[in-house]
């Protein structure tokens, strides 16, 4: 099986929101991370965040979902990291958008892509920006 | 964990000498029902979080975790190191995996603090907390290491 990445490629666009604060209620439930920046109006503001404010996590977590959808179960993610630029706040709809920067065919059999990767809100602001490494072993050696 | 008491994540690292050193690994394990909920949480409804008869036609043969799960995890205690983590805000987070983590494995985890430093800014004076943490498996194999970037205001007491 080979994989069909060029540099140039764009993959398909994830949107997902508007974010709701029983969004980060229940990523707060399902990851541990209880800050109360994320879930406590008062706590927010009284922390000059203006109020609550989406884990950046939950954020880095739809990219990671735009990343694994186009590696699809044939590839695996090598690497992947953002830098958060941008709080994501209840009510912003979230657009992730990626492009193949590179692709290596180091050894025979195993090519790898490097992804530019970008969150932006409604308001056309990016939030996440990045970067993720894919890995495709051709069978039958994987 | 958290001290509602302390605003804005004023944060005190009692000394530089711990530095480097790793927390005692924690065991944690992949559990079907924290991932199902995981991926219900970040609303990604890929089958190989959650359909068993897809996970196991698939190349991994069993059912793996999204790539972001292992921030559940407990990377144990960072002796030393007395950060408050209410209001801290996420800077930077770099995932390296050598695979995907499966569920119903054990995996070892644990953390270090790699530096700590204090800038001024716009919005004045931000200390930065950066860690590596690590997930291994039983061998000590590692499944995956992070970096990352956590941001308070105010400087570090050292």
Known sequence: ?142 | MFNLDDKGGRCTVVSERILNQWSTPVKNVVEQGAVRKFADAIGDLNPLYRDEGAAKASRYGRLIAPPTFSMTFDYGEIVGADVTEAGLIHGEQTFTFVRPLYVGETVWCSARLTDVYTRGGSLGKMTFYLYERRCADANDETILTERMTVIGKGGAEQ
């Not at chain 1, 404010?53 to 590696?71: E, N, P, R, W």
């Not at chain 1, 958060?84 to 025979?108: H, K, L, W």
Request: proline residues 4%; hydrophobic residues 40%; contains cysteine.
């Open chain 1, 1 to 142: 099986m080979t994989v069909d990445w060029h540099k140039g490629k764009e993959l398909p666009v994830l949107t997902r929101g508007p974010v709701t604060r029983l969004d980060l209620v229940r990523y707060a439930g399902a990851s541990g991370d209880f800050n109360p920046i994320h879930t406590v109006e008062e706590f927010a503001i009284e922390a000059g965040l203006g109020g609550v404010i989406a884990h950046g996590m939950l954020t880095m977590a739809y990219v990671g979902q735009l990343i694994s959808d186009f590696a699809g179960p044939d590839s695996d993610i090598e690497e992947f990291g953002v830098r958060f630029r941008a709080m994501v706040r209840p009510g912003d709809v979230i657009i992730c958008r990626g492009v193949v920067q590179e692709v290596m065919t180091q050894e025979v059999d195993v090519t790898r892509a490097k992804l530019q990767v970008t969150a932006e809100n409604n308001r056309g602001e990016t939030v996440v920006k990045g970067s993720a490494r894919l890995r495709h072993v051709a069978a039958p050696n994987r």
